[in-house]
Structures are given as C-alpha cells and as structure tokens.
C-alpha cells in the first residue's frame, strides 16, 4: 500500500489534535484508509509543546507546504479568510487535495473554491466545518441522497448553547454566563460570532448548500444573537411548555429557501430542546426516512481532528480503489446547482412569542388583542403576572398562532407606541419541529 502523504497547516488546538489522531491511531487508520496516512511536513510559525514533532519535517512557511511535491493532501488548518484561502488556492494550482476546518471560508468562498478544485482535478472535503465530530456533511452527502431534503434545524454553536443551557438551568444572566464561558475557553476576548449567530450562519450556509443543492449565499442569512435574552423569558416558555435554543434554520418551500439563526421556542419534548451545555445538534427532515438527529461534540480538539481524519480517509481509500471526486463537494455539480430564490423575511410564516411590560390597568390587553387582530394574527395562550408590591406594570406574555413577520413587525410596532406599554418587546420564534 502506497503511503498518503500529508502536510498539515496551522498546529493550533485542531492542527495538534489532528497530528496526534494521526499518529495514535495509526494502525487502525491505515487498516481502514487501506494506505497509511504520514505526515511529511507540519507547516506552523512555532511548535506546540501538546505534539511530539520529533521525526516530522517542520516548516516556517506554510506556501511551501503548499507547494511540497512530498505533499498528496494540504489540511488547512490555520483559520481566517485572507491567508488560508490563498493557501488553499495555492494548493490546488499545485494539484493537491485539500481538507479544511474552515467553515467561515467554505460560507464566504466556497463556490470558487469548489469551482478551482474542479477546474484542477483535485477535491476540497470539509466535514470538520460543521458541527465538530458530528458527521453531519457525509449524511447529507452521501446518507440522506436518496431523500428530497424539505427542512433542518441546527443547534450549531456550544457556546451559544452554553450560555443558554446556564440561564435556563441556574436563572443567570447573559452577561454573567458569557464571562463564564470566556473564562473557561468556550468563548473568545471578542464573542461577537458566537453570541450574535454569525458563526452558526457560516455553518448554516454550508449545509443548506448540501442539503438544496444551492449555492453558497452567506450574505442572504438571517441572523439574530442571544444577547438580549433573559432568564425571565427562560421562565416564561418554560411554563409555556418550551425550552429556547439558538437554531439554525433552512426550510425548502414551494416560494424558495428560508435561511435563518434566531432564538427559537422549542416544545421541551422534542430531542432537540433538551441538547445542553456546549454539545450541537442538528435535526433533518428527509422525505424518504423521515426526521434523524446528530448529536455529539461540536468543537474541540480531538472531536475536530476526528472529522478532519475522515476526510483524509475518505481521500486515501478514493487514491486506492483509483477514483476521483467519487462524492462531489456539492450535492450537485457545481455548474447544475440550482437557482432557488431566498425567501425574504417579511414572509417566513412561524408562530410567536411576545413578552411585554404594560400598566396594570383594564383594557390593555384587549388593546393588544385588537392589533393582533387587525393583522390577522390570533391568540394562542397569554400569561399576565400579578404585580410586585408598588408595582404598576406587569409582565404580559402571548403565544400566537402562526403569522408573517412582516405582519408581527408591524403589530409590534403598533403595541409599542401604546401609552401603555413600556419599553420595547421581546419577540422569538417558535418553532413546532414536527416530523
């Protein structure tokens, strides 16, 4: 069996637990690979005391990875959208195969990256950008082809789920459990990807991708943080009977795609509401098998290697049995992807949540009934608290039936200007997840 030959760039926490994988697994790798997998060349700016890089070649200039004719597969593993796509492109102009960690470049670059790879023989595989350990690329690709894809909803990012796992256990506040998850590495000195949703919107668009047979569209994903969440609206749905998560949400419908990250009420019954702490999970509605749910380790070190080294597998068995692109980065070929439109916002039809604060006075809340109304947007269930002694407003909270958010945007509006009201509302998104 002929040796695949590896060069790994960037040894930080993925780019060592990768190189450790490699080298404590050896034996069992090369048996399924049905090739060793060796690394020739590690390509950092400085060692890392977690990898015993004795007999590896180290170099200080990633390109020259790149461009190493003792390198068969690049893995890219430095981060960043500047220099890690040069170094890819470099790569590929130099006909090697490429695996990545990167979801942030697969969301933002992807289509010409793909198209460059195939333009040059070579393939980019990227199950490690999505979900950590979790091999939720290979099911779309490969486990769910036979099924037409009609929705998915994704628990995506830990820390975000971290935070509100802790407010919703604990009754803390944001703030709070942020410089927790600051504090224990979970989040980073600047947590505006993780808490505002921009990271679960980079994995979002990939497997929207893969699921719809779409191109790569970051720009046209919605996106909306936690950072506003309280431990009062925790409560709230949980005496409703929900649990709020952050979700990524891709919906193929007869108008188009929806793609969106928000907070979501969640029935707490479901699989879904009760993933906790920093594990992700992603559900998928197939028309074929029905809804199935991937669960696991989202990030880290060694539940990322663990993807990163599939994708190398996958790689060295296609060199072995002599075949190319055997399962394409895309669903479909790049050329035929299809040209779906994105369905804008206003018209993503879910049922809601409001919560409110309004005067302890009669005829409030039929006043928020009749707005409601008027835009066709009934009633399901409302809480209104007693007020605290002294108190002269009260904390209303109402769950309604599906509507528009063109229409709940402009009843929201309506409430708010109410002498009534105080203060703006806290509107979420309910999502049923019914299979």
């Given at each position: 069996m002929k040796a695949v030959r590896i060069g790994i760039c960037g040894l930080g926490t993925v780019g060592s637990g990768t190189f450790n994988v490699l080298r404590d697994n050896a034996d069992v790798i090369a048996a399924r690979a049905q090739a060793p997998l060796v690394v020739s060349v590690v390509g950092a700016r400085r060692d890392n005391p977690l990898c015993d890089l004795s007999g590896t070649r180290v170099s200080r200039d990633i390109f020259e990875v790149a461009k190493d004719p003792d390198v068969d597969i690049l893995v890219e593993l430095i981060?960043?959208?500047?220099?890690?796509?040069?170094?890819?492109?470099?790569?590929?102009?130099?006909?090697?195969?490429?695996?990545?960690?990167?979801?942030?470049?697969?969301?933002?670059?992807?289509?010409?990256?793909?198209?460059?790879?195939?333009?040059?023989?070579?393939?980019?595989?990227?199950?490690?950008?999505?979900?950590?350990?979790?091999?939720?690329?290979?099911?779309?690709?490969?486990?769910?082809?036979?099924?037409?894809?009609?929705?998915?909803?994704?628990?995506?990012?830990?820390?975000?789920?971290?935070?509100?796992?802790?407010?919703?256990?604990?009754?803390?506040?944001?703030s709070e459990v942020l410089a927790e998850a600051q504090a224990l590495g979970y989040a980073e000195a600047d947590p505006t990807f993780d808490v505002e949703g921009i990271d679960a919107a980079h994995k979002l668009v990939i497997l929207a991708s893969l699921a719809f047979g779409i191109p790569l569209q970051f720009e046209s994903v919605y996106t909306e943080g936690i950072s506003k969440l309280t431990p009062q609206d925790m409560d709230y749905a949980e005496e409703l009977g929900y649990r709020i998560k952050h979700l990524g949400v891709a919906v193929q419908s007869d108008a188009g795609i929806e793609l969106r990250v928000h907070p979501t009420l969640i029935p707490k019954d479901r699989l879904l509401a009760n993933v906790n702490g920093v594990k992700n999970a992603v559900l998928v509605e197939g028309s074929a098998v029905g809804p199935t749910l991937y669960y696991g380790a989202g990030a880290g070190a060694a539940p990322t290697a663990s993807a990163v080294v599939a994708d190398l597998v996958d790689l060295a068995r296609d060199f072995s049995a002599g075949q190319k692109n055997r399962v394409p980065a895309l669903s479909f070929v790049n050329k035929a992807l299809q040209d779906l439109p994105i369905v804008p916002?206003?018209?993503?039809?879910?049922?809601?949540?409001?919560?409110?604060?309004?005067?302890?006075?009669?005829?409030?809340?039929?006043?928020?009934?009749?707005?409601?109304?008027?835009?066709?947007?009934?009633?399901?269930?409302?809480?209104?608290?007693?007020?605290?002694?002294?108190?002269?407003?009260?904390?209303?909270?109402?769950?309604?039936?599906?509507?528009?958010?063109?229409?709940?945007?402009?009843?929201?509006?309506?409430?708010?200007?109410?002498?009534?009201?105080?203060?703006?509302?806290?509107?979420?998104?309910?999502e049923m997840l019914d299979g």
């Open positions: 981060g960043g959208t500047t220099v890690a796509k040069e170094l890819i492109e470099t790569a590929i102009l130099n006909g090697k195969h490429v695996v990545t960690a990167n979801k942030a470049l697969i969301a933002e670059f992807g289509n010409e990256i793909f198209a460059l790879a195939a333009k040059h023989g070579v393939t980019v595989r990227y199950e490690a950008a999505v979900a950590g350990g979790i091999p939720i690329i290979k099911a779309l690709r490969e486990g769910l082809a036979g099924n037409r894809i009609e929705w998915l909803a994704g628990i995506i990012n830990g820390t975000g789920n971290f935070i509100l796992s802790e407010m919703h256990d604990h009754g803390r506040e944001f916002m206003s018209d993503v039809v879910t049922p809601w949540y409001l919560r409110m604060e309004a005067e302890d006075k009669p005829g409030v809340l039929s006043q928020v009934a009749r707005i409601l109304s008027e835009q066709g947007i009934s009633i399901e269930a409302l809480i209104q608290k007693a007020p605290a002694a002294g108190a002269i407003r009260v904390p209303v909270i109402v769950l309604t039936n599906r509507a528009p958010q063109g229409k709940m945007d402009e009843a929201v509006r309506q409430i708010e200007a109410l002498d009534s009201i105080n203060s703006s509302i806290s509107c979420i998104r309910v």
